[in-house]
């Protein structure tokens, strides 16, 4: 049995239909998308992935932004306060905050209450009591040419969780005591939050 006699048996008779053809390519198509899916690292998922929400990023960067502002509002305060410490020199201060103070604006709140009273036949009452409760925050004009500002009525402390003070006389160990003490004082600290260094030429 030759060479030519071997083909002949596996060439079908005739030529093949075109959607053989198309099958065949749909079915090496599908096989090498298998394959390449499977080599994918499973955190490359750009399909399923869902975007970020704009609304919580918004939200991230005002907290962000407010954090930053506090901080820097803080570390100024603090630099004016520590310069005048005797023996301290040039002050330069850095806080670390873990929260921005959380403030609790005045609301009028109107509470609206419906009492229902239903009696079924074997004589039993029912009583059904629905609230409505409806709150608007409270605004002031501001001195500025700004419009209005919501009332605030309590405002705490931001939270603190660390700070790095340099000073000129931060070698001196009586003026380092000081420094330290001052600002634990301000803002009640642990010892361990509050660092002092001496400044480098």
Known sequence: MGKDELWKGLRL????????WVGVG???????????????????LRGTASPPDPGEAGRQGVQGSELFATARALEAELEEILAK?????RVKVSVALAATPVREYATNTRAVQRSTEEKNQSGGTRVTTETDEDGQ?????????????????????PEIQGVVVVAEGGRDPYVRLRLIEAVRTLWALAPHQVQVLPMGN
């Open 13 to 20: 008779p005739g030529k093949p239909p075109w959607y053989l």
């Open 26 to 44: 749909v079915l090496i198509l599908g096989t090498l998308l298998i394959s390449i899916s499977s080599v994918s690292p499973p955190g490359d």
């Open 137 to 157: 925050l409270v605004l002031a004009r501001t001195s500025t040419l700004q419009g209005e500002e919501p009332v605030v009525v309590r405002e705490s402390k």
């Open 85 to 89: 410490v005797e023996g301290a020199g």
